[in-house]
């Protein structure tokens, strides 16, 4: 297949699931502060995508889902917009261009895009509504209620990772060795 034809296919795909999972999710009654349903399918684009593509992913998915769906409810989803768009591209960089394994490519993107969420957070909270930015509080919901979502993409991400990456390189040499 056309690897622009592959990336497209697979951003719009990753953007579905990305609106999808958490409808999913709050269906069954585990939400989207504590399972961060929509980070995962932001975190595998930035596995299987180019960084602009995988950016893509990050940028759209919560505001296309706000807007269908209302959640991420704004002005919140624009924060997510910073947040998962960095875990896009620091996750595509690292693992892509830069060879770094899934897990250390995973944990550093999550430490980022959660060190430019607070920073996201403050601007919105204090520079743009003038509320005041509560950063225990803050640092409570997003590590500690989200805890079970940060350990749930550990253990989930890594071996789906691997299984498509794998598929798409058996995919890619049967069509190989068919072509020849």
Request: proline share 7%; aromatic share 8%.
């Amino acid at each position: 297949m056309n690897e622009h034809i592959r990336n497209i296919t697979l951003t719009a795909l990753l953007i579905a699931i990305g609106i999808l999972l958490p409808v999913v999710f709050h269906m069954v009654s585990l939400g989207g502060p504590m399972f961060l349903p929509m980070h995962l399918p932001v975190i595998i684009a930035g596995f299987l995508l180019p960084w602009q593509f995988a950016a893509l992913v990050g940028a759209v998915t919560p505001l296309l889902s706000s807007f269908l769906t209302g959640m991420p409810p704004m002005p919140g989803a624009l924060t997510m917009v910073a947040e998962l768009t960095t875990y896009a591209i620091v996750t595509s960089l690292l693992y892509r261009h830069l060879r770094k394994g899934i897990y250390g490519s995973m944990i550093l993107a999550m430490v980022s895009g959660r060190l430019v969420s607070i920073i996201a957070n403050w601007a919105l909270l204090t520079l743009v509504l003038g509320q005041p930015f509560k950063i225990t509080s803050f640092l409570y919901t997003m590590f500690a209620v989200g805890l079970p979502g940060i350990v749930f993409q550990l253990i989930v991400i890594p071996p789906l990772v691997t299984l498509i990456l794998h598929a798409e390189a058996q995919q890619k040499q049967k069509f190989s060795t068919q072509k020849g």
